[in-house]
């Protein structure tokens, strides 16, 4: 695999940086670089840009504007920081980690995350997500950014690329809510967020009857799923250590 580092503001709609990662193998060759960066920057959290990368970017900007994430009095700015920004229109990575991560966790704390069955169903052909799993490359871009943040929370990855902006989508706020809730439930982390689609990671591999608790938490997601449906998520997600979940609404 090819790591090529990624200087602040490569990403348009980001002011952090992080990676590009080019010719990996599979999905395993991508959780192992994870777990390598977790293990030697423990204070940071890494996410992958997930699907459409350009539509990512896009809806992401939306979504900071529209929930005002990022938004900062510059005359409050020490004088280095003001000359950053004038010159590049953009935070230091410092600064938008420590606007954006406590916006998303206070706006998170009046937030409510409520499953109303308003997403796009799992089996439609628009989505497929049970194939996604299959065929990678549809969630896992080649060149692959992975964005890196500064805190030692992990739901709080979702900071580095807020997402969720269409009148249905999941807001940031609920994207961290639903990691929170995955994270305590059953030690999933969040390690990518997309315009669409959210992956997380745990340890290990999820036995069978992990599998069918962890579609049974979040089905709700979705419209009228049926136990026949749930039941084929669950053999798909058994021995594996990521789950992958659509937050698009219809």
């Known amino acids: 695999m090819k790591v090529e580092v990624r200087a602040p503001g490569s990403h348009w709609s980001s002011d952090v940086g992080g990676y590009r990662l080019s010719d990996w193998a599979d999905v395993d060759e991508l959780l192992a ?33 529209k929930h005002e994430l990022r938004d900062v009095e510059l005359d409050e700015l020490p004088e280095e920081e003001r000359a950053h920004h004038a010159e ?42 049970l ?22 929370e992990s739901s709080m990855a979702v900071a580095a690329l807020p997402n969720g902006y269409f ?3 999941l ?10 809730q995955l994270r305590d439930a059953f030690g999933y982390e969040i390690f990518g967020l997309g315009s669409y689609l959210v992956a997380y990671v745990r340890k290990d591999p999820v036995d069978a009857v992990q599998a069918r608790a962890v579609v049974a ?12 449906l749930a039941a084929d998520w669950a053999r798909v997600i058994a021995g594996r250590r990521w789950l992958l979940l659509s937050y698009r609404g219809c």
Do not use: C
């Open 33 to 65: 670089f994870r777990d390598a960066r977790r293990a030697e920057e423990p204070g940071t959290q890494l996410l992958f840009v997930l699907d459409d990368a350009g539509q990512a970017a896009y809806t992401s900007g939306h979504a900071v504007d």
């Open 131 to 152: 194939a996604l799993y299959e065929d990678t490359s549809r969630v896992f871009g080649s060149p692959l950014d992975a964005l890196t943040i500064a805190t030692t």
């Open 88 to 129: 590049t229109l953009r935070l230091t990575p410092a600064r938008w980690a420590a606007i954006v991560v406590p916006r998303i966790r206070a706006k998170a704390a009046e937030t409510t995350l409520t499953f109303s069955e308003q997403l796009i169903p799992i089996d439609n052909p628009d989505v497929d997500l």
């Open 171 to 180: 807001t940031p706020m609920e994207n961290y809510l639903l990691a929170e």
């Open 217 to 228: 938490s979040v089905r709700g997601l979705y419209d009228a799923m049926s136990d026949d």
């Open 167 to 169: 009148s249905d989508d």
